[in-house]
Structures are given as structure tokens and as C-alpha cells.
């Protein structure tokens, strides 16, 4: 590992900033999610998710959810 790689995870250590900002959707790629609560009303939206995963056992499983809020973290860099 050089200087560099070790100075980042010390920066990582600290964990996240406490300031966040939060939004009411989550644009990636083609598709576009909004949370429940800025959806109802809507004529269409989408809030439905789905992340693929692995148990311990490896087996695979999907894990599905509606978008409740969207958090940005950021970290300490140099």
C-alpha cells in the first residue's frame, strides 16, 4: 500500500461529514425513482426497488423495497 492508499483510509476512518443532503429522487443511467412521498399524487412514478444479493450461504436472493428518501454522504478528502 503507498502513502497515498493509506492517507485515504485514514480519511475513511473518520466516517462521513455530518452534513447530508437529501432529495426527493435518484436519477442512474435511463431510469429515474422518486421517493413514496413525492410520488403520491402523481399520475405515474416510480419507487419500486430491487438490489440482487447474496445470504452467507450464497444463495442468491432479491431484496425488494419502495424508495422512502435519498441521502448523499460525503467524506473527508484531502
Known amino acids: 500500500m503507498g ?11 473518520l466516517g462521513p461529514k455530518r452534513k447530508v443532503k ?19 399524487g402523481r399520475k405515474t412514478y416510480n419507487n419500486g426497488v430491487c438490489v ?5 450461504n450464497e444463495f442468491k436472493v432479491d431484496y425488494y423495497g419502495k424508495l422512502e428518501e435519498v441521502i448523499e454522504l460525503q467524506y473527508h478528502s484531502e
Do not use: R, V, W
Not at 3 to 13: G, I, P, V
Not at 22 to 40: A, L
Not at 52 to 56: A, Q, R, V
Open 22 to 40: 437529501c432529495y426527493n429522487g435518484y436519477f442512474i443511467i435511463e431510469y429515474i425513482f422518486h421517493t413514496e412521498k413525492y410520488g403520491q
Open 52 to 56: 440482487k444479493g447474496l445470504t452467507s
Open 3 to 13: 502513502a497515498n492508499a493509506n492517507d485515504n483510509l485514514n480519511l475513511l476512518c
